[in-house]
């Protein structure tokens, strides 16, 4: 997944513009948090931006930095709010093909309610 523009139909805006539901568990005016539709681990968030970026380096480079401290926070709100912020959590951003990235618009997956494992599955 690699693209140049914004694909406003993508199923995060769709999330954001209210199209289709979303089990949400947080919302600011910087960020929208939800449960993944595809669990992976007991607990499995997605915090989002609200604002239109397809990757983590398209937000790094073009988003302000109230855009950034603001989703940043609201991944540590997500995480105390989850009850991870004790017995510990993952955080992980998916950028471009290589890391598999399916969704077009940037978000930061959180993990926990148990053992996590090794970092990156390996055969
Ligand atoms: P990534 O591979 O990093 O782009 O992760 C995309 C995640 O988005 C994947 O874990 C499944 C999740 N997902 C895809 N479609 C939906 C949806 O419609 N609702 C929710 N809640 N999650 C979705």
Redesign the pocket.
Known sequence: ?TQDSYDPEN??AR?LRGD?P??KIYEDEYALA?????P?APT?A?VIPKGQYISAQDFSAAASDAEIAGLIRAVGHVARELGLADPGFRI???HGTD?????PHF?I?IFGGGPLGPMLLTD
């Open positions: 997944m199923i995060f999330i289709i979303c089990d939800f449960h993944d539709v595809n992976q499995h997605l992980l951003a998916n890391a598999g990235q399916e969704v978000h997956h």
